[in-house]
């Protein structure tokens, strides 16, 4: 077991940030991206004495948007890259694309006609960076690139449904294709090597603002993404794709019949006799992009749902459990700072709690569960710890103002004497949500945007169980009251954040 003593790989300092995903910055584009408007956002967050800006994965997404189910580990989400970067460059012409700026293929023609531009360039320099790139992310830029040419190539059906020698990596059958798709692949290979490249400009001035990039990694990886077509070795499946389980939760208090995810399984049992290679790729390519990163579903560190594949709920799984104490051991020997949150919510047993313990990770307490009239709620101001982050509410919740103004979502009279509210507006409710977490004795308080705009309901992220109308939302500045930038200040100053 680790000494926890030895084990701080997190400040602890008290401070305060937003949770706010890239696509939801405003701009002219279908979605957000890490252009200007990302910069103004980290000016944002600084000047309103915020210290983390979270986020949610960055990956490819499918076409459901959820960047929860990407086709990389690794990859960044080319729709995330900045046009306007590229203008600046001199390498996008956006006169020449004759798309809508809101049409789904506008970004795309862009990044055609970047790349065009990009590969015709005489600068030494600029190749010698792009190889650079390509060597330090060879394990997964490879694939990535030749797997995401193949999507197109067959279009975008899953690799479980391509043709049998490309689907089984038959050598020689990859080798005429990456012939082939060469241009393609190049094309790929342009748009990570942009990706990084923005991000790390995006880090460096976050840094340069005292903000702090809070990242988030799923658990799981989707079943059709190149890390799974590449690396099948890893996980509970067949050459063609087949699964006998899948991952998922049992039915608990929000879902009678549990929630049937369909990823795959990890075989831990191979990756434990590769010391974890796979892992520890993966946490590399993240600890490049963030100062620290929250592990979603923490709880399958130390057992993982199994429901059989050809059911259609969740209800008949079965815990088994897995080797997340040699994982995180083998973590912390390779990287000499591992800034790891858990994503501790849900029905959590003692077992995941000494698995955090044994490590020291902070874990997570979100206020919209804490008012259903049990004083004993582990989510209440009362019980917080200092190894806490405290949320209003997280990217499945309604906003703040919307789980107010929805009864059936708390007991109101325990929730109005918790805080002590008489006849106050639903927005001053909202802002007494915030000043408790800001007040809390967790050294962390992350609020998302959508409460400190005053949102309701129609400004929430995600509804999990359903897979449509959700991670589209966006704001705008003019939705901003100065007003809030002053109680946040205050709200700073008076509790230490």
């Not at 405003?26 to 990302?38: F, W």
């Not at 043709?163 to 290979?189: F, G």
């Not at 029905?347 to 307490?365: A, Q, S």
């Not at 991670?471 to 200040?489: A, G, M």
Request: net charge negative.
């Amino acid at each position: 077991m680790n000494n926890t003593n030895e084990i701080v790989s997190l400040s602890r300092k008290r401070r305060a940030g937003v949770l706010l995903h890239p696509t939801s910055l405003p701009g002219p584009y279908l979605n957000g991206d890490i252009g200007h408007q990302a910069y103004r956002f980290i000016e944002f967050l600084s000047s309103s004495g915020f210290k983390v800006w979270q986020m949610l994965p960055l990956g490819p997404t499918h076409d459901d948007k959820s960047p929860y189910q990407c086709m990389s580990a690794h990859a960044g989400n080319p729709q995330l890259i900045s046009l306007d970067w590229l203008e600046d460059k001199k390498w996008l012409n956006r006169k020449k694309v004759t798309l809508k700026l809101t049409d789904e293929n506008y970004r795309r023609s862009c990044l055609e006609q970047a790349a065009n531009c990009f590969y015709l360039l005489n600068d030494k320099e600029l190749k010698k960076e792009l190889k650079s790139f390509k060597n330090e992310h060879k394990d997964w830029l490879d694939d990535f690139s030749l797997f995401m040419a193949l999507k197109k190539k067959y279009n975008q059906v899953p690799w479980y449904d391509w043709p049998d020698t490309i689907r089984h990596r038959n050598s020689k059958a990859l080798e005429i294709e990456r012939k082939e798709l060469k241009d393609l692949i190049n094309q790929i290979v342009f748009e990570q090597f942009v990706f990084f490249k923005q991000w790390h400009e995006i880090r460096l001035y976050a840094k340069q603002h005292n903000v702090e990039l809070f990242g988030d990694m799923p658990i799981f990886v989707a079943k059709d993404s190149a890390d799974v077509w590449s690396q099948r070795e890893n996980f509970l499946m067949g050459s063609d794709g087949e699964m006998e389980f899948v991952a998922g939760v049992p039915p608990d208090a929000f879902s009678e019949t549990g929630q049937r995810w369909g990823n795959p399984l990890y075989d831990w049992k191979y990756m434990s006799e590769k010391k974890f290679n796979w892992w520890k790729q993966r946490f590399s390519t993240q600890l490049e992009l963030f100062d620290m990163i929250r592990l979603d579903h923490f709880r399958g560190l130390q057992a993982s749902w199994h429901i059989p594949a050809t059911d259609d709920t969740a209800i008949n799984g079965e815990w088994l459990e897995v080797p997340g104490q040699a994982l995180l051991t083998e973590l912390n020997k390779t990287f000499h700072h591992l800034p790891l949150i858990a994503e501790d919510l849900g029905v959590i047993t003692d077992e995941v709690i000494e698995l955090k313990n044994n490590f020291n990770l902070p874990g997570m307490k979100v206020l919209q569960f804490a008012f259903d009239g049990n004083n004993e709620n582990p989510h209440l101001p009362h019980y917080h710890h200092t190894n806490d982050i405290i949320y209003t509410g997280t990217h499945d919740n309604d906003t703040t103002l919307g789980w107010i103004r929805n009864e059936s979502n708390y007991n109101k009279e325990y929730f109005n004497s918790y805080l002590n509210l008489t006849e106050l507006t639903d927005e001053d409710a909202v802002w007494s949500v915030i000043r408790i977490s800001m007040s809390s004795v967790s050294f962390m308080c992350v609020i998302p945007m959508q409460d400190l705009l005053m949102l309701g309901t129609s400004g929430r992220m995600n509804i999990p169980g359903t897979t449509t109308g959700n991670w589209s939302w966006r704001f705008d500045w003019d939705q901003l009251n100065p007003e809030t930038v002053k109680k946040i200040l205050r709200f700073k100053s008076l509790y230490q954040r």
